[in-house]
């Protein structure tokens, strides 16, 4: 049975903005060692804008087909690159296949169009400038009928209170380990901008159930945070789940134990204070 006090944590959190789905959670949360987060959504806005077109056909050609095959998509970078065709009339995409952790391929106007990372293009064995391997920040690149068209070069921001974040669970005794599908360039600075030990990139959503479950067995006690439909099984997985509840896909909040309602990566750090306050009245 779970002594009365817990639903006193439970209302001091909902009054935080952190919703505690049950009052063990707000005792598990105080044994957590580690924060495993995922980057975009949950670190960082998730809000991308274009800020660069590089093409190898007539631009506004390469926007409009790109930007109407990603019209198929809701994932961030998709909607960044919708959003940069501005006025540019777009057309419906066929055939759609969404490869998760590399991007989409489909059909626009007759072509066979690409849009992703490097990765799919490799998938599809398209040749890109090499240059683009060492570019430091998120690019959707295209290929139309099997030759790279350009690339679309993207950049999201960190949330304002994500270093302070992670420093104050470092002073709970938490280490914050960050995964993601984009780009391993990406990854490691966002995770030096944000004082991150540990990060991987290039993840697809079976790397990061496996990089939860390795830790798990290691006999650390894991809370994951994430946002993205691809997220759930890592949320279901950890010790305790974390979903971002504004901009989060309604599958993790769902699968969530705790859901932060205003997407601020500093009230992790609230809920396991909130825990620990709650842990002092009841014992
Ligand atoms: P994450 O949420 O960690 O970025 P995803 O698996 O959703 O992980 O995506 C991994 C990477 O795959 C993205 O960073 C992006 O490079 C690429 N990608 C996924 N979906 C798309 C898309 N619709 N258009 C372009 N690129 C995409
Ligand atoms: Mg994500």
């Given at each position: 049975?779970?002594?009365?006090?817990?639903?006193?944590?439970?209302?001091?959190?909902?009054?935080?903005?952190?919703?505690?789905?049950?009052?063990?959670?707000?005792?598990?949360?105080?044994?957590?060692?580690?924060?495993?987060?995922?980057?975009?959504?949950?670190?960082?806005?998730?809000?991308?804008?274009v800020?660069?077109v590089?093409t190898?056909i007539?631009?506004?050609d390469f926007i409009r087909i790109a930007a109407s095959l990603e019209s198929y998509s809701t994932h961030?970078v998709a909607k960044a690159v919708v959003e940069s065709a501005?006025?540019i009339e777009l057309a419906k995409p066929t055939d759609v296949e969404e490869i998760?952790?590399h991007g989409l391929k489909g059909n626009v106007e007759g072509k066979a169009v690409l849009a992703g990372n490097?990765?799919l293009l490799?998938?599809y064995?398209i040749?890109?400038?090499?240059?683009?391997?060492?570019?430091?920040?998120?690019?959707v690149v295209v290929a139309v009928d099997n030759?790279y068209a350009g690339y679309f070069?993207?950049?999201?921001?960190?949330?304002?209170?994500?270093?302070?974040?992670?420093?104050?669970?470092?002073?709970?005794?938490?280490?914050?380990?960050?995964?993601?599908?984009?780009?391993?360039?990406?990854?490691?600075?966002?995770?030096?901008?944000?004082?991150?030990?540990?990060?991987?990139?290039?993840?697809?959503?079976?790397?990061?159930?496996?990089?939860?479950?390795?830790?798990?067995?290691?006999?650390?006690?894991?809370?994951?945070?994430?946002?993205?439909?691809?997220?759930?099984?890592?949320?279901?997985?950890?010790?305790?789940?974390?979903?971002?509840?504004?901009?989060?896909?309604?599958?993790?909040?769902?699968?969530?134990?705790?859901?932060?309602?205003?997407?601020?990566?500093?009230?992790?750090?609230?809920?396991?204070?909130?825990?620990?306050?709650?842990?002092?009245?009841?014992?």
């Open positions: 049975s779970i002594p009365l006090g817990y639903f006193g944590g439970i209302g001091l959190a909902s009054r935080n903005g952190i919703l505690v789905k049950g009052a063990n959670f707000l005792d598990v949360i105080t044994k957590i060692d580690t924060l495993v987060s995922d980057k975009t959504g949950t670190l960082t806005k998730g809000v991308f804008k800020q660069q590089e190898a007539e631009k506004t961030p501005g006025i998760a952790g490097t990765k490799d998938r064995s040749s890109y400038p090499a240059e683009l391997g060492s570019v430091v920040e998120t690019i030759d070069l993207i950049a999201d921001q960190v949330k304002e209170d994500a270093a302070a974040a992670v420093a104050e669970l470092k002073t709970l005794g938490i280490s914050t380990v960050m995964l993601s599908g984009d780009k391993e360039a990406v990854v490691a600075k966002v995770a030096g901008e944000l004082g991150i030990a540990k990060s991987y990139g290039g993840l697809l959503p079976e790397d990061k159930v496996r990089i939860v479950q390795e830790l798990k067995n290691k006999g650390n006690y894991i809370a994951f945070a994430g946002d993205g439909v691809n997220d759930a099984p890592v949320i279901a997985l950890a010790d305790v789940g974390i979903a971002m509840g504004a901009l989060g896909s309604d599958a993790t909040i769902e699968t969530a134990d705790i859901v932060i309602q205003n997407d601020q990566p500093s009230r992790i750090a609230s809920a396991v204070r909130i825990g620990k306050i709650t842990k002092s009245v009841v014992y």
